[in-house]
């Protein structure tokens, strides 16, 4: 350490007049030092990004700041005119969003959007910050840098746009980065990638980084300090060996409680149970037609997959962004036509089924997808979007509602909810409601395509633990689709692995990450953050102090 490089000291953000809370954030006071990764932690609407944004002076018009400093090296940026600010941001402080495909422009090429960062802030020759640009490519260990420049973002997968906007970040080698939610939605190897860059760039650059995430197996894996915030508080700070393992603030240890175990000691016998979902040998392959000079091919984004599904059995289907996950269900479902192969639900080939009688046989097969809000239509009231289905399938609408009433007790929200619209609802209870609307057509198979993974930990325990009530209440069967490996370990009775399209292993969830066989599954396992920290026995722990 060679000093502070930012101190936020008693800093208030006020809300507009009218809502439950007057404050996003109160009365919060912290230090980030040199060469320091400080986390902040807490749920949403704790005033985790909140806190950033005022931190970068990028708060919407809307907030206001009514007291305390943010100190960045040696001045008071509360004070800086919009000019000042400019000159910084970008400059001496950057910061990495939670999006990067919303972060970068689609129109433009990564290497003029890079090139644009020097642009801004310096009179650097074309030729100079070409290789600039290339040089950042390579430190980001981003692959065929050349290649890359060229790009546009969409060409480039999660895991690329995101060490892109790191890599911009980076361009002028900032004292100060803060990165909201950096690696939420990516997947365990591309995770493990980018947490080990934030811990290089503190050895070689000596950086501050302020690293807000709702993950404490990231916070495990990279923090120095760690602060926890609960609607706009800070309610417990401290070394990260102080917080995570001997948490003294009940919202602390309600949040590291909710932290998903690694294994699971309550096996389920299944394997004695009638098939509802049989797939047989199932393949897409892509045929990409010649241009600009290029010949003609085919990409097998499948490779033949065979599996089945029991009565009551939970499945989980686990692996990398472009593993094949997304396309296996898309094509069981018959969102896209399979290339060849079979998915038998009660004796009928739904791939072989003209599209006319598509509709019916869906019925016995719902999805959760992974954005409850963008799932839901903002204008039309919850009650509405709920009886759609059933209606759809010649259920009078009255019999509907009275079903409506019934699942969202179900999934403990009151009959009230179905007068109101999605905008009303936070991310668990969306969710919830569009569990309840898949269920609203009495399935035999849910599935869940990362139905959790853009959840806090709290709401994720919660949604998990009412999925297995539902399934173990309803006899439903779920395929369960996801890159968090600790989240399959919660709610998953088996699971398969996919690698590069094809299904490289198949086990109980206890067998494949106890004694995993195939060396993509090593590989998953050993990327998940974490793994040097162990959930503490909370009862064996002093009395919390609010």
Known sequence: MTGTILSIEGLTVDLPKGGDRSHAVENLSVTVGAGEIVCIVGESGSGKSITSFATM????????VSSGRIVFEGQDILKLSEADHARLRGNRMAMIFQEPMTALNPCYTVGDQIEEVFLSHTDMPKAERKARTLAL?????????????????????????????IAMALALDPSLLIADEP????????????????????????????????????????????????????????????????????????????????ARDDARETASRPEVLRVEELTKTYR???????????????????????????????????????????????????????????????????????????????????????????????????VEGPVNFGVPRAQAMER???????????????????????????????????????????????????????????????????????????????????????????????????????GAIGRVFADPQHPYTRELLAAMPGQGWKVPDLSALPPAVA
Do not use: W
């Open 137 to 165: 490519l390579t430190e980001v260990r981003m692959p065929d840098p050349p290649r890359i420049y060229a790009s546009y973002p969409h060409q480039l997968s999660g895991g690329q746009r995101q060490r892109i906007v």
């Open 288 to 386: 990409i037609p010649a241009s600009f000079g290029r010949a003609a091919r085919e990409v097998a984004a499948l490779r033949p997959a065979s599996f089945s599904l029991r009565e009551g059995e939970t499945l989980g289907i686990v692996g990398e962004s472009g593993s094949g996950k997304s396309t296996l269900v898309r094509a069981l479902l018959r969102l896209i036509d399979p290339t060849s192969g079979r998915v038998m639900i009660d004796g009928k080939d739904i791939a072989a089924a003209p599209k006319s009688s598509l509709r019916t046989l869906r019925r016995d097969i719902q999805i959760v997808f992974q954005d409850p809000y963008g799932s839901l239509n903002p204008r039309r009231t919850i009650g509405d979007q709920l």
């Open 404 to 506: 409506a009433r019934d699942l969202v007790r179900i999934v403990r929200l009151g009959e009230e909810v179905l007068q109101r619209y999605p905008n009303q609802f936070s991310g668990g209870q969306r969710q919830r409601l569009c569990i309840a609307r898949a269920l609203m057509v009495e399935p035999k198979i849910l599935v869940a395509d990362e139905a959790v993974s853009a959840l806090d930990v709290s709401v994720q325990k919660e949604v998990l633990r009412l999925l297995a009530e539902i399934r173990d209440r309803m006899g439903l069967s779920m395929l369960f689709i996801t890159h968090d490996l600790r989240v399959a370990a919660q709610i998953c009775d088996d699971v398969i692995v996919m690698s590069k399209g094809e299904i490289v292993e198949r």
């Open 183 to 262: 690696t939420t939605a990516l997947d365990v190897t591309t995770q493990a990638q980018i947490l080990s860059m934030f811990r290089e760039l503190r050895r070689t650059r000596g950086a501050g980084i302020m690293l807000v995430t709702h993950d404490f197996d990231v916070v495990a894996e990279v923090a120095d300090k760690v602060v926890v915030m609960q609607r706009g508080v800070v309610v417990e700070q401290g070394t990260a060996d102080e917080v995570l393992n001997r948490p003294k603030h009940p919202y602390t240890r309600q949040l590291i409680d909710a932290v998903p175990r690694r």
């Open 57 to 64: 002076a990028l708060l919407p018009r809307a907030l206001n």
